[in-house]
């Protein structure tokens, strides 16, 4: 363990995380073990109480490993051929004797928390590989297109030496603008539609998108394809109209034509070092960072809070009056949390 390591772990995490065992995993994860990188995002997506305090150590100190990855994000709709694409990217980037880790997010059942995790049977050459780790996730209710701890996922990647770390989102569409808060590269793969891609996607996720594919673009589609890349190619001139920026890269693709994967590679490169050399790229890691800051900080107020037993009073209290019509959730909510407030400073 380095020494930036062995000061980071001297901090302690309220809840007495056992030392030992999160040094021992994190040996593991440093050694390139994906056993022990299953474990620990096993451990960080635990829904149990008890793992919290020891996967917040966990990742508390992998943080001095993080950072020194390529995150690209690729979202679209479902049908879109993310899978596939990744599968066929993947190799390339492997090949070039990259560190290859593909987090996928899976969407989960309300009620029973399980989910499909199908992903990983789609990248059947991309699993083979010796020096790529896949890993499927489910969302568990998470908005956005990704996973609740994707973000903490990808610091144990980055820790365990992986310098490619691709997130590919669920799939549903407009509401996954959340993934550009994670990576530093965001691919949107869209299909042809019989001229309703445009209406399908709609402006908010065009904004977001460093690089549209339309996919499956080989035998009777190719044609199509290339027409829905021009119609892609104008709407996001309009869109991008901000001085200084460039517009996205869009090009018609076909993951089994080996120069179309190629040259999505090569922008994503010319892409990320141009972004480096100009300072976005740190600048961008420095935003998504505050942005976790706040993130955590609304779950750990979140989680205390309603396991408090002062705070559970208070809900019993107004919940009836909020059931009955009496009073709405909005205003209920305002004198919870001012009560909680009042309380609080009164002490």
């Known amino acids: 363990m380095s020494d930036d390591a062995a000061g980071n772990s001297g901090r302690s995490v309220p809840g007495g995380a056992d030392d ?42 992998s943080i001095p490993f993080a950072g020194n990855s390529i995150r690209i994000g690729i979202s679209g709709l479902p049908g879109a051929g993310k899978s596939t694409f990744i599968d066929r990217l993947g190799c390339f980037i492997a ?30 050459n991309l699993v083979r590989r010796e020096n790529v780790f896949v ?20 610091v144990l990647c980055e820790a365990a030496g992986y310098d490619v770390v691709i997130v590919e989102t669920i799939g549903v569409g407009q509401s996954e603008a959340e993934v550009r808060r994670l990576v530093d590269i965001v691919i949107l793969m869209v299909t042809t539609g019989g001229g309703d891609e445009l209406q399908s996607i709609k402006r908010g ?56 994967v190629l040259a999505v590679w090569d922008t994503v490169k010319e892409y990320t070092a141009l972004a480096r050399e100009s300072g976005y790229l740190e600048e ?28 559970s009073r208070l809900i019993r209290d107004h919940q009836d009056q909020v059931r009955e019509g009496s009073e709405s959730p909005s205003a209920a909510a305002v004198r919870i949390v001012d009560e909680i407030l009042a309380g609080r400073s009164n002490r």
């Open 205 to 260: 996720v065009i904004e977001f998108a460093d690089m549209i594919l339309v996919s499956k673009a080989d035998g009777d589609n190719v044609e199509r394809a290339r027409e829905t890349a021009t119609m892609y190619r104008n709407a996001v001139h309009l869109l991008h109209d901000r001085p200084g920026e460039r517009d996205p890269f869009v090009r018609a693709v076909s993951a089994h034509n080996a120069a179309d």
């Open 284 to 311: 961008n890691r420095r935003m998504q960072a505050s942005d976790w800051l706040r993130s955590a900080i609304r779950e750990v107020i979140e989680a205390r809070l309603f396991h408090a037993e002062s705070t």
């Open 20 to 61: 030992t065992d999160v040094a021992t995993l994190l040996d593991g994860v440093r050694s390139g073990e994906r056993a022990a990188l299953a474990r620990a995002i096993t451990l960080i997506e635990s829904t149990n109480e008890a793992d919290r305090s020891t996967a917040i150590e966990l990742i508390d100190r």
């Open 95 to 124: 090949d070039e004797g990259h560190r290859v880790a593909v987090l996928t997010i899976d969407p989960s059942s309300e009620r029973s928390g399980g989910s499909i995790l199908a992903d990983k049977t789609r990248m059947q």
């Open 135 to 154: 890993r499927p996730s489910a969302s568990r209710g998470s908005l956005g297109g990704v996973g609740l701890r994707t973000r903490e996922s990808i």
